[in-house]
């Protein structure tokens, strides 16, 4: 299940970082290492880099895996990221169900929907890299 996004121009009142970025990595590019100098975030050794995105703690969890709060590091900009680990992704339904939420995710352009920047497609997991939504 191969999902890529690129996600289209957004209105300038929401952020300026540019969304359209290559959307598929190797297994390579998810890593524990330092973020490099490129980070404008102090890394104590045990975060998670997943592509561009540095994770943090975690704010929530379902039956597919867990949403993190992520940095990502060029911009410093916060995003939420969903994992959705593909070993909990068993049945048929589950699939049409996860497949269905990116499509639907991806089209949907509206300042009350949480925008969807891009997915990332790994052997062991999907990412979800959403605009963050505090409060």
């Known amino acids: 299940m191969s999902t890529a996004v690129s996600s289209r121009p957004r209105s300038s009142s929401v952020n300026s970082r540019p969304t359209s970025r290559s959307t598929n990595y190797r297994a390579s590019q998810v890593s524990k290492q330092p973020a490099g100098r490129n980070a404008n975030i102090p890394n104590d050794g045990k975060r998670q880099i997943v592509g561009q995105y540095m994770l943090g703690k975690t704010i929530g969890e379902g039956t597919f895996g867990k949403v993190k709060l992520a940095v990502h590091m060029p911009s410093g900009e916060k995003v939420a990221i969903k994992i959705l680990e ?16 990116i499509k639907i995710l991806k089209k949907a352009r509206h300042s009350n929907i949480i925008q969807l920047y891009e997915v990332l497609d790994t052997p062991n997991a999907i990412y979800l890299i959403m605009e963050c939504a505090e409060g």
């Open 86 to 101: 593909k070993s909990r992704i068993k049945e048929s339904a589950d699939v049409r169900r996860v497949n269905r939420e």
